[in-house]
T-cell receptor
Framework: QKEVEQNSGPLSVPEGAIASLNCTYS??????FFWYRQYSGKSPELIMS??SNGDKEDGRFTAQLNKASQYVSLLIRDSQPSDSATYLC????????????WGAGTKLIIKP | SQTIHQWPATLVQPVGSPLSLECTVE??????LYWYRQAAGRGLQLLFY??????ISSEVPQNLSASRPQDRQFILSSKKLLLSDSGFYLC??????????????FGPGTRLTVT
């Protein structure tokens, strides 16, 4: 059974600090990874995709991928109260052409 | 740019009643389409996906069905709703070609409460 695991949280971070969200996956051969943000009562929104080992930066967001250790993380710099949301990690299922395997999400709370 | 629409936004239905949720995508052709359900405080459960008109794959056996009558239209249906069908229903699309074909983009969702 292929799995994507996330700490459910909540993760509480003071405003202006760095929020670090982690995700581990079971299929060592996975190649494609995604981070989504979901505000309460809203649909998920794609933040980042990452395919290669290392870091990928987009504004205040940095995705980090380590395939050898089978984890992917999302760093949010200068955290703002508007970053408070649930962050979902998804991994492309190698056994399917299109499907993603989803983590249950980590709830992030940014405290002013 | 691409846009995905879902309606209705909220729905309250009695047990045993039928269901029809609709999703349409604009600004792209030949998308892959997906129906997910998210129970309160839970992760995403894939219900159906479609790679083309009339082509539906079911991931979870249940009293729901899906149809794709047009390229950019995806419909979720039920003949008789159960209490356990309550949840947040999300339609998503992805591009069928190119490196980014795995990225999925979600509609606003339909919150269904079965009473």
């Amino acid at each position: 059974q292929k799995e994507v695991e996330q700490n459910s949280g909540p993760l509480s971070v003071p405003e202006g600090a760095i929020a670090s969200l982690n995700c581990t996956y079971s299929d060592r051969g996975s190649q494609s990874f995604f981070w989504y943000r979901q505000y309460s009562g809203k649909s998920p929104e794609l933040i980042m995709s990452i395919y290669s080992n290392g870091d990928k930066e987009d504004g205040r967001f940095t995705a980090q991928l380590n395939k050898a250790s089978q984890y992917v993380s999302l760093l949010i710099r200068d955290s703002q109260p508007s970053d408070s949301a649930t962050y979902l990690c998804a991994v492309k299922d190698r056994g399917s052409n299109y499907q993603l395997i989803w983590g249950a999400g980590t709830k992030l709370i940014i405290k002013p | 740019s691409q846009t995905i629409h879902q309606w209705p936004a909220t729905l309250v239905q009695p047990v045993g009643s039928p269901l029809s949720l609709e999703c349409t995508v604009e600004g792209t052709s030949n998308p892959n389409l997906y129906w997910y359900r998210q129970a309160a405080g839970r992760g995403l459960q894939l219900l159906f996906y479609s790679v083309g008109i009339g082509q539906i794959s079911s991931e979870v056996p249940q009293n729901l069905s899906a149809s794709r009558p047009q390229d950019r239209q995806f419909i979720l249906s039920s003949k008789k709703l159960l209490l356990s069908d309550s949840g947040f229903y999300l339609c998503a699309w992805s591009v069928r070609s190119s490196r980014e074909r795995y990225e999925q983009y979600f509609g606003p969702g339909t919150r269904l409460t079965v009473t």
